[in-house]
Structure formats: structure tokens, C-alpha cells
Nanobody, 125 residues
């Protein structure tokens, strides 16, 4: 029903910036809570950021607060993750996800119905 495609990953030096994009198919994008998750090698998937259907409410894990910004453009069916002041510990595959029946901005992956293929972010020291 819904396809998500991430882009914008790459290799950057510590202190640098990247902006990830996630383009969604379908006509009901504005009804979804959207989130970003990440997974490093040998680690469990973890919540990074999420935002409400309107884009007016956001939630971030503590380690990225003040550095990352999640936003959405419902007219373009796209969600973004602006990442500044990147650290080596941010290195991971980043996934976007959509919750089609949201009760809140969930922080666990099992709440989300659709997932992208992931994009690699590597931060060198």
C-alpha cells in the first residue's frame, strides 16, 4: 500500500551535516505519524525522531536533541531528518517508517506499519 524510499546518506567527518529524505507513495501521507530509526552493526534498532501528522509535534531521543531536526512536507509526501554536529556514534543505517493508525508518536518499531530500505550514514573521526 505504501512505499518509502530514503536518500541522502553518505560519509561525513565528525562535526559535519547531512539531510536525509524519505519519499512516500500514496494519497494519505498526511494521515501518518512518521519516524526515523537507526541500526548500527551488532546493535538493536533504536528510535531517533518522530513527528505528528501535522508536523507540529516532534519527539527525539536524548542523544540527538539539539543536533537533529525532523520535519515533513505533506504536499511533497516527504519527511526529512536534518543532522548537524554529527558524531561517530551516529554511524548507522537510517530507516524511515510510517504509522498508518497512530495513537501517538510511538518510539517502538512495532507500532509502525511501513518501512523504507534504509540509507547508510557513516561519520568518521
Amino acid at each position: 500500500q505504501v512505499q518509502l524510499v530514503e536518500s541522502g546518506g553518505g560519509l561525513v567527518q565528525a562535526g559535519g551535516s547531512l539531510r536525509l529524505s524519505c519519499a512516500a507513495s500514496g494519497r494519505t501521507f498526511s494521515s501518518y505519524v512518521m519516524g526515523w530509526f537507526r541500526q548500527a552493526p551488532g546493535k538493536e534498532r533504536e528510535f531517533v525522531a518522530g513527528l505528528s501528522r501535522s508536523g507540529l509535534t516532534t519527539n527525539y531521543r536524548d542523544s540527538v536533541k539539539g543536533r537533529f531536526t525532523i520535519s515533513r512536507d505533506n504536499a511533497k509526501n516527504t519527511v526529512y531528518l536534518q543532522m548537524n554536529s554529527l558524531k561517530p556514534e551516529d554511524t548507522a543505517v537510517y530507516y524511515c517508517a510510517a504509522d498508518a493508525a497512530p495513537l501517538r508518536i510511538a518510539v517502538t518499531g512495532d507500532a509502525y506499519d511501513y518501512w523504507g530500505q534504509g540509507t547508510q550514514v557513516t561519520v568518521s573521526s
